[in-house]
């Protein structure tokens, strides 16, 4: 069998980072083909940061607010990204949308994660807002990133249950257990070089 080469990956993330973790978990273990050279986050007090740390993973953090606007501060992740030889981007709980900087810089090379069955539920709450729409199942995309609100080409998706005793916590521990579970598999798929989108 032909030795695979490891993808170097960028985790862009700014929350709680339990996406982040199992990723680079992963990666260090050699389960997932792939180095993660780098985590961008733009929130300063994110516990994704401590836990890049941890794994002696580089982060690039900043804040939005210290740039003229989104192209200046993309240009920036851009460069950073290039240093690290970076060949796929992996959004993991990064709460902006992706602007034409970073897309034109890495076409058909940046996934997200989405705690609903898009497109249903895009956005904000995606979980309080399948409670709130009373549905039966909901779910888990990743997909690929365009100029969209959770709109680019869906690669995976999982269902979820949800039953009349769910709350927010408890459908969202559901929803992450897939999430942990599907992520991986989809980047591993996406580094095998088996799902990488046609460019038209
Ligand atoms: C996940 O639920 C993901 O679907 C959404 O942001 C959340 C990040 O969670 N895009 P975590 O920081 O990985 O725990």
Redesign the pocket.
């Known amino acids: 069998m032909k030795e695979q080469h490891p993808t170097n990956i960028a985790i862009f993330?700014s929350?709680?980072?339990?996406?982040?973790?199992k990723i680079a978990k992963k990666a260090e273990t050699g389960h997932l083909t792939c180095n993660v050279k780098i985590l961008i986050c733009d929130k300063e007090q994110a516990m994704?940061m401590e836990k890049a740390q941890a794994l002696g993973i580089p982060v690039f953090s900043f804040r939005a607010k210290d740039y003229e606007n989104k192209e200046a501060f993309e240009k920036e992740i851009v460069d950073r990204l290039q240093e690290e030889g970076v060949e796929l981007v992996v959004?993991?709980?990064?709460m902006r949308l992706i602007g034409t900087t970073l897309l034109e810089a890495f076409p058909n090379r940046i996934v997200?994660?989405?705690?609903s069955l898009l497109p249903s539920f895009p956005g904000k709450d995606?979980v309080q807002q399948a409670l709130d729409a009373r549905v039966k199942v909901t779910g888990?995309t990743v997909h690929f990133v365009d100029e969209g609100m959770d709109t680019g080409p869906i690669i995976a998706q999982e269902a979820v249950r949800v039953t009349t005793e769910d709350d927010v916590t408890s459908l969202?521990s559901k929803?992450?257990q897939v999430?942990h579970r599907l992520y991986p598999a989809v980047i591993q798929q996406l580094v095998e070089g088996e799902m990488y989108r046609v460019t038209t």
Do not use: T
Request: net charge negative; hydrophobic share 40%.
């Open positions: 993330a929350g709680s980072g339990s996406n982040f973790d994704v959004l993991a709980g990064y997200n994660i989405h705690p995606a888990v969202q929803i992450q999430e």
